[in-house]
């Protein structure tokens, strides 16, 4: 599974961690998931999905219908 939103499609992103004698060396940065269990009224079920804090944020100000159709819209 990738490290990927769902409904937000944040991923790691990668650049340098820098010590305080200035060595560079690369590191990630991982977005905030969480597994989450979401119900869908339209399909009378519910469905699991790894989402960030955003996106919970997002689907609870628009809806889980409208935040994953804004996703499909998205890719």
């Keep these: 599974m990738a490290k990927e939103c769902l409904i937000t499609g944040k991923r790691p992103v990668a650049g340098n961690k820098i010590s305080h004698a200035h060595n560079k060396t690369r590191r990630r940065w991982e977005p905030n998931l969480q597994w989450k269990r979401v119900w869908i009224p339209s399909e009378n079920r519910f469905v699991r ?10 689907i609870s100000k628009l ?13």
């Design 49 to 58: 999905m790894c989402v960030s804090t955003r996106g919970l944020r997002t």
């Design 63 to 75: 809806g889980v219908e409208a935040a994953l159709l804004k996703a499909k819209k998205r890719g």
